[in-house]
């Protein structure tokens, strides 16, 4: 059985049935761990990338079943930043030695193309040394596009589950996967380094969704892969009782997969994590993660960009929340470093890294 671990590294040999296996047995979590920071450390060594995370807007057109800003959440309290203080945000992460910044909201029609697209090249004139990541979800082509001449040049979208029925019961029907499928493989088209994902125990998650999110991600093949664990929001039609939270040890052992099926892949060990275990984020790492995504958000709107209950790191300032992710990092034996934080794909000829 230690046959099915190594053959990760090929995971195209590994039957479904094989991944379902091992993503639901904790035998293996050892052995999955070791190989897995092995791995991550032959090709990044102890370098953690860091990205300034600006939730810059919780206003939202969605109505997603686990998610706080949803449309439906009247008691949410809705904020949006202003094009200033997204860029002075920038300044305070660019001094604490941030190179990518990840613009995150929900969708929000107020932020048009236009005003995204100013606000991206402003950043970009300011910053010609940093990454620009939206997050701000499904566009048309001629949008990201957009965005992208303006200067973007990453862009996070989970696809938050492969499966079809599974979709469908987590989303209301004027969503649909095959919209968010297309904007993925869209955005990879553009140019956009591309990062995937979807949450670990969402309601009615069963094993053969995870394979199917792996098999999805196998054909993406995304810069980068975020999945944390579902939590729930007690404002959100999964925010009573019956629905649990995901789990940290199959969140942890899903990094590892991850790792070993996508080795150059930038891994996140997420705010979820963190939220669910106090030391989830070093867990994370150690199981083969390699970016944190430490808040930016100043604090009079950090509080009111809550996705899920009980989210980490509400109060502190931006300085202070990064210098607790330093020491977190230091004290398992990795390091925070100051870079934009490329991937590291294999050596090819347009690629020298
Ligand atoms: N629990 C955990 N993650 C969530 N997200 C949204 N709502 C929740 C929740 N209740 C995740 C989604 C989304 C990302 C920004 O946050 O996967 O893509």
Do not use: W
């Not at 190179?99 to 005003?115: A, H, I, K, S």
């Not at 929001?233 to 590892?256: A, D, K, V």
């Not at 994590?273 to 430490?294: C, F, H, Q």
Request: net charge negative; with cysteine.
């Amino acid at each position: 059985m230690q046959n099915i671990v190594d053959e990760l590294y090929i995971a195209e040999n590994l039957s479904d049935d094989e991944l379902m296996y091992l993503i639901q047995t904790n035998e293996y979590d050892e052995l999955l761990f070791t190989k897995a920071e092995r791995r991550r450390k032959e090709i990044y060594g102890t370098d953690v990338y860091i990205r300034g995370l600006i939730e810059f807007t919780n206003y939202c057109k969605n109505d997603c079943y686990y998610c706080g800003i949803r449309r439906s959440n009247k008691n949410a309290s809705r904020y949006r930043m202003s094009a200033e203080e997204i860029l002075s945000t920038c300044e305070d992460g660019y001094r604490l030695g941030f190179r990518t910044f990840v613009l995150q909201g929900g969708e929000d029609p107020y932020f048009t193309d236009e005003r995204v697209c100013e606000i991206v090249s402003k950043i970009r004139e300011k910053f010609s040394d940093c990454a620009i990541t939206l997050s701000i979800g499904e566009k048309s082509r001629a949008s990201y596009q957009a965005f992208f001449d303006a200067g973007a040049n990453r862009y996070l979208l989970r696809h938050e589950t492969a499966s079809e029925a599974h979709y469908k019961r987590l989303h209301p029907e004027e969503m649909k996967l095959s919209n968010r499928k297309r904007c993925l493989f869209d955005l990879k088209e553009i140019g956009y380094q591309v990062g995937a994902g979807f949450m670990v125990g969402s309601p009615f998650q069963r094993p053969e969704n995870i394979v199917s999110d792996l098999r999805f991600l196998q054909e993406l093949k995304p810069d980068m892969i975020g999945i944390g664990p579902f939590i729930s929001h007690s404002e959100t039609p999964f925010g009573q009782g019956e629905y649990e939270n995901g789990s940290l040890s199959l969140t942890l052992r899903l990094i590892s997969i991850l790792r070993l099926m996508f080795p150059y892949a930038l891994i996140p060990a997420t705010t979820a994590l963190a939220t669910i275990d106090s030391k989830g984020r070093e867990l994370g790492i150690k199981a083969g993660a390699n970016v944190v995504m430490p808040n930016l958000t100043p604090e009079k709107d950090k509080g009111k960009y809550l996705l899920y209950d009980n989210k980490i790191c509400l109060t502190e300032e931006s300085a202070l929340c990064r210098e607790i992710t330093d020491s977190k990092i230091n004290s398992i034996g990795y390091n925070v470093v100051v870079s934009v934080g490329n991937p590291k794909r294999k050596l090819t000829t347009e690629n020298k890294e």
